[in-house]
Structure formats: structure tokens, C-alpha cells
């Protein structure tokens, strides 16, 4: 997947989804959806309700605004992801970077591949970003710090029931280390 | 209002609403959305995103999907609020405690009291959990522990912008130290 992109796919239960961070420092979002009801989407809350802890990585559940579980992370060779932050969006860029003109955003990125699926735009609240690096410190304050993923390495989701499911190579440099690169995808069956 | 209930109301710009916990040891839930856009509801992301901070309190701006201000804290005297579970619902009584029956739940609270005000249920992701207090360690475990604000204690928003906001008293026995009361709500000029 090229650079600032996004791209989205049908996969039923059971299916593998590999992100793989090809150049290494790249971070990325990843949205799921249930098929069976373009509403009930990813959840960050839902999913801190359930397993209890804002580090998500090897055997976590990634729930649905209804309390369904859509995604699990069964691999996972980077061990940092975020849950927290919102993916970026065009008023992000004017409000915290100054940018007037139409910047590549990954919430633009999710909600025009979804759209494709009938997924509402008002379902894409919030995204799973895949290698972001962010401190909590014991006062609370959250640090994005540049990502150490590695070229090749990757985190493994398995759909957990029949889902539509986006991912974008994020376009804001300060979550990638300054410099914007491609995600590589891989799908497989379960 | 009365424990396990849910009321909305429209706050034009500068109006101050002030959650006061009657007897205690009680949290609710708070939720806005801009009054020019029913679409355009409280989000924690967008609010980590420009407050860099789990941590709300005074000064602490919450934001809306689309990077508005909705409600600013103005004062705050318990000092410790969640912004990262879910409101509860059916489905978490059903999940995490085995009910069957119909539970009194804050996210149908919050959403049959702002349908009355013509926002979808599909807004409704997340909320401001007023007075709960979670702890999240160094590894990223969440736990929820007992309420330490005392009757007569209270957190002030100013409402930003236009808004239509829901307050409820959480009905979930866990978050509030095992007994369900009411909270009061003060609205005035500002």
C-alpha cells in the first residue's frame, strides 16, 4: 500500500490480515466494521472495557461499539501499538501544523475505502494504529514518540467474525519519524 | 437526577453546567454534541489529540469528532475522571456480569435523551465518565477503583460552543464502590 493511502477489503471469519512495515518507522491505522451492520464498529473504549489495558499486542481482543469482537492480534514482532489517538484528519493538520491547503489524512483514508462497503462515515470514531509509539506518563500526559518497528516486522489480526476492514499508511510525519513510507498488507486465509 | 437515570438539555455558548455528587462516591457520564451538527459528538481521541493528556481536569478542553471545542472544565473538585471505557451498556452487563434481564445502562441513557433532541444513537460512542477513577499502570493495565469524591463535590464545564449534552448517574455497582445514587445537575448563565 502506497504511502498515505488507503485501501479496504470484505473478510470473513477466520481470514489473517498481516500489516508489515516494509522500510521499518512506519505507522499505520487499521478500522474494522462488522459486516452484518455497517454501525457497529471498531471501539477503543469497548475494547479497554473488555480486556482491561490501554497495551494492546499478542492475543488481544479488538472489540465493536457493541461489544463484539471483531479483530485479534495473534503475531505481533513491533509490541507497541496505539489506542488512544485519533486518526489524523484535515482539521489535525490546520489546527496543529498549520496546513491550509487538502492534506492526505487517514481518516479521509478510512472513511472513502469503507464507503465503498456502505460503511457510514459517522462509524469511523477512532482507529487502531498499528506501530505508534505513545508514553503515558504517571501524570497522564501522552508523548508520541518516534516509532522503532523495524523493516519487515509486522503485527498479525485474525477477523474474529465476518468484517470490512481498512488500512492506511499514516501521512503525518510525526508519527513516522519525519519521513512517509509505504505499509505492506498480506491476507490468508485462518 | 435520580440514580441510573439520563436527562439531555441544549446549553447555548458560555452556559456552565455543574455535576455535583449529592451524597458521594457516585459517577455519571457526560456526553455533548455541537448543536449545529448532531454528527459532531465528543470524542476521547480528538481530545488526547490536542490536550495530549489522559488526564482532564481544570483547563482541559473536551473536543468533538471534528476538532471542536464542545466543553471546557472550568472547575473541578475531585481531580480524577475517565475518558477511556465505554459508557456501559446492556451488552457490558450481559459480558462482565452475566445479567439477562434488561439493566439500567448509561449508553441507553445518554441516547434516548439525546434522540429527544434529534441525535442518532450512532454518535453516541463514548463518554466523559464524570468522578470514576481508573489507574493505569506502567504496563498499560487499566483498573477502576472506588470513587473518592465526597458529597457536596462537583466538576464545572463551560459549553464552548452550542451544544446539546447528556448527563447520567452511572447505574454500574463497580465503578461507583457497590451502591448506585444520584448526582446533581446545576445549569446557569454564564
Chains 1, 2 share one sequence.
Not at 98 to 114: Q, W
Not at 125 to 138: G, Y
Request: charged fraction near 20%; hydrophobic fraction near 40%; proline fraction near 5%.
Amino acid at each position: 500500500m502506497p504511502a498515505g493511502s488507503g485501501i479496504a477489503w470484505e473478510l470473513g471469519a477466520g481470514t489473517r490480515l498481516r500489516v508489515v512495515d516494509v522500510e521499518g518507522g512506519q505507522t499505520g491505522d487499521v478500522f474494522a466494521v462488522a459486516a452484518d451492520n455497517p454501525a457497529d464498529g471498531l471501539s477503543n473504549g469497548r475494547t479497554f472495557d473488555y480486556g482491561d489495558s490501554v497495551h494492546l499486542s499478542t492475543g488481544s481482543v479488538l472489540y465493536s461499539r457493541r461489544s463484539r469482537p471483531l479483530l485479534r492480534i495473534v503475531a505481533d514482532d513491533a509490541g507497541h501499538h496505539d489506542f488512544l489517538y485519533a486518526p489524523c484528519s484535515q482539521e489535525m493538520y490546520e489546527i496543529g501544523y498549520g496546513v491550509t491547503d487538502a492534506h492526505p489524512n487517514c481518516l479521509d483514508n478510512l472513511t472513502s475505502s469503507l464507503a465503498t462497503f456502505g460503511v457510514p462515515a459517522a462509524t469511523v470514531t477512532i482507529a487502531f494504529n498499528v506501530f505508534m509509539r505513545v508514553d503515558i506518563a504517571p501524570d497522564g500526559r501522552l508523548t508520541v514518540l518516534p516509532p522503532t518497528v523495524r523493516a519487515g516486522q509486522a503485527v498479525t489480526f485474525v477477523a474474529e467474525r465476518d468484517v470490512v476492514v481498512a488500512v492506511t499508511a499514516c501521512p503525518a510525519a510525526k508519527a513516522n519519524g519525519g519521513r512517509v513510507r509505504a505499509l505492506g498488507v498480506e491476507i490468508s486465509a485462518g
